[in-house]
T-cell receptor
Framework: NAGVMQNPRHLVRRRGQEARLRCSPM?????VYWYRQLPEEGLKFMVY????????ESGMPKERFSAEFPKEGPSILRIQQVVRGDSAAYFC????????????FGEGSRLTVL | AQSVAQPEDQVNVAEGNPLTVKCTYS??????LFWYVQYPNRGLQFLLK??????LVKGSYGFEAEFNKSQTSFHLKKPSALVSDSALYFC????????????FGSGTKLNVKP
């Protein structure tokens, strides 16, 4: 049973370009979470999605950032017109629809903005 | 408000000595508590969780955690530390009412010296 798959693992973009980060949750998991982590810092919640629905995007910047989890295919975190401050590790996690299940994390996508 | 506190940014222990990484929480409803470990440039790995039952929970890699309801704490422990335990540790709590919400602590860096 494959774990949470994220790609790309590393992404380099120049300022103003777009970054697309993909996440395939664990098989059977219908809940996807995106977190951002700066070096040597904790996790910052960005968005929580279920299939075709954004449930909670309270942690996501209002501009330039968007997320989706379509009926078919991976969840996508999209950052438009990237700036240097977007450089970070972006982690995806998935969980079962249960009260007691833990989050399973991917290995992260490390975005570097030049 | 729901929250998780890890009061120590860093914990230093000598190899072979017992270790404790502290976590306190504030949550409505029943607390569902988790510990994760993060090695450099990796995703978070699940260590253990408390849902109900015995207050002492055993997890991966010889770690255990003690749930203390009166002190609202969930400290991570290991009887004998290894150098390979050096990593970043995160405590997390799942909201007892809105169970799709997770709250993470700021992380504690564990340094185990030979």
């Amino acid at each position: 049973n494959a774990g949470v798959m994220q790609n790309p693992r590393h992404l380099v973009r120049r300022r103003g370009q777009e970054a697309r980060l993909r996440c395939s949750p664990m098989k059977g998991h219908s809940h996807v979470y995106w977190y951002r982590q700066l070096p040597e810092e904790g996790l910052k919640f960005m968005v929580y999605l279920q299939k075709e629905n954004i449930i909670d995007e309270s942690g996501m910047p209002k501009e330039r950032f968007s997320a989706e989890f379509p009926k078919e295919g991976p969840s996508i975190l999209r950052i438009q017109q990237v700036v240097r401050g977007d450089s970070a590790a972006y982690f995806c996690a998935s969980s079962l629809d249960s009260y007691t299940g833990e989050l399973f994390f991917g290995e992260g996508s490390r975005l570097t903005v030049l | 408000a729901q929250s998780v506190a890890q009061p120590e940014d860093q914990v230093n222990v000598a190899e072979g000595n017992p270790l404790t990484v502290k976590c306190t929480y504030s949550v409505s409803g029943n607390p569902y508590l988790f510990w994760y470990v993060q090695y450099p440039n990796r995703g978070l790995q699940f260590l253990l969780k408390y849902i109900t039952g015995d207050n002492l929970v055993k997890g991966s890699y010889g770690f255990e955690a003690e749930f203390n309801k009166s002190q609202t704490s969930f400290h991570l422990k290991k009887p004998s530390a290894l150098v390979s335990d050096s990593a970043l540790y995160f405590c997390a709590v799942r909201d007892g009412y809105n169970f799709n919400k997770f709250y993470f602590g700021s992380g504690t860096k564990l340094n185990v010296k030979p």
